[in-house]
């Protein structure tokens, strides 16, 4: 076989062959199925046949979980003091930086989840983190924030419970006036 049929070949797989490229009679009937590829490695759900629980792949362990990131089976991401490797202090893990902190995190290190104002980004006001609630508050701190979550929460289950009632089909709740409807109830 010559260079150029050799690359060819390596290019494109289908149409090259030694004597040239297939003719359609030739190849056979043509599956439905075939038309929709499936990388190779994958199973029908898109993951990696090894990893995919539904599958069964061999890399899921008995506690349904990735063997390597089972502390149970002893996986191998875990150290001897079980922890994460990568995160171990005293294995000299290597998300640890030479200040004994995690690199993403050290100021002095200047690690990604560090801002420009020197601070933690997410929870960096100047930056709009986000972990910075629109009332300019650590979103978990924020009691606005909070109760206003519960009251959408609490008009979801009325919408709900109303619609399996079949009561209010007709009507359409605005979650603006979430409050004043939960008011009226």
Excluded: W
């Amino acid at each position: 076989m010559n260079l150029e049929k050799i690359i060819k070949k390596k290019l494109c797989p289908r149409n090259a062959s030694a004597s040239g490229p297939r003719n359609a009679s030739a190849s056979g009937p043509r599956n439905a199925s075939a038309s929709v590829k499936q990388a190779p490695g994958k199973c029908p759900h898109q993951r990696l046949k090894y990893f995919c629980k539904e599958c069964g792949g061999k890399g899921i362990c008995p506690h349904n979980r990735r063997k390597n990131q089972c502390k149970e089976c002893g996986g191998s991401s875990f150290c001897e003091h079980l922890r994460i490797k990568s995160k171990c202090k005293e294995c000299g893990g290597s998300s640890i930086c030479q200040h004994q902190r995690q690199k993403n995190q050290c100021k002095e290190c200047e690690g990604s989840s560090i801002c420009e104002h020197k601070r933690i980004r997410s929870t960096c006001k100047e930056c709009k983190g986000t972990s910075i609630c629109e009332h300019q508050r650590k979103r978990s701190q924020c009691k606005e924030c909070k109760n206003k979550c519960l009251i959408n929460q609490a008009v979801n289950d009325v919408i709900i419970s109303k619609k399996s009632e079949n009561i209010c089909d007709e009507y359409e709740f605005n979650y603006e006036y979430s409050s004043e409807y939960l008011h009226d109830i």
